[in-house]
Structure formats: C-alpha cells, structure tokens
Nanobody, 131 residues
C-alpha cells in the first residue's frame, strides 16, 4: 500500500515556474512508475507526465513538452515536476499517481474516469496561473 502526498502548488503569473513534489510512503516505491495528471474545472482529468521505475524513461503530453520536466529520487521516495514558462492553460489541480502494472508509455491513453485504473493517487495540489 502506497500513500502519495503532493506539494508545491500555488498562484503564479504567466511565464513563472513552479516545482511540484510527490512524496511516497510505503514499500517498493522504486518498483512503481509515477506520474502527474491534472484536472481543470469542468474538464476531465488528463495526463501530464510520467517517469518509469528506473527513471530511464519519461513521457509528456504534447502541450507541456519543452516546458515541464519530471524527475525522481528513489532514495528520497519522491518525484518532482519542474514546470517552467507556465501558461494560464496550465491552471488545474495536479495529481500524483503511481502504478506498476501499466507501462508508462501508455499512461497518456488514460483520461477521465479511465484514470481510476491507475492504482494509487494523491489528494492533489492546486496550480493557478494568472495572465
């Protein structure tokens, strides 16, 4: 059983940066792919980024490529999402998720209610980008 806690959200202006953190407690964290989804008001939950258990593979949704970077530190049992050049369209609640049965390369197919198939979730952290 894993527990995920997000941190680092806040209110920023367009063009600013934020770093989100996802701290995981529980056994075998290093065996899990960990990623980020986001949900804006009135929209379905969507994939943002994921990193494989080893950290060797990362995947991003097209709208954040070149702006967001996902990393992990297995010794600290944490995953980070560095978000640069933030845009008002990035405003959402950001959720950390962990799963070891679904290959990270297909996480981008999961959206809306289908994201419930990913095993573990945090409570979310709010990111608001003003124009």
């Amino acid at each position: 059983q894993l527990q995920l806690v997000e941190s680092g959200g806040g209110l920023v202006q367009a063009g600013d940066s934020l770093r989100l953190g996802c701290t995981v407690s529980g056994p075998t964290f290093s065996a899990y792919s960990v990623g980020w989804f986001r949900q804006a008001p009135g929209k379905e939950r969507e994939f943002v980024a994921v990193i494989s258990w080893s950290g060797s593979d990362t995947y991003y949704t097209d709208s954040v490529k070149g702006r967001f970077t996902i990393t992990r530190d297995n010794a600290k049992m944490s995953v980070y999402l560095q978000m640069n050049s933030l845009e008002p369209e990035d405003t959402a609640t950001y959720y950390c998720a962990a799963d070891r049965g679904i290959a990270p390369g297909v996480w981008h197919y999961y959206k809306g209610t289908a994201t419930q198939r990913l095993h573990y979730w945090g409570q979310g952290t709010q990111v608001t980008v003003s124009s």
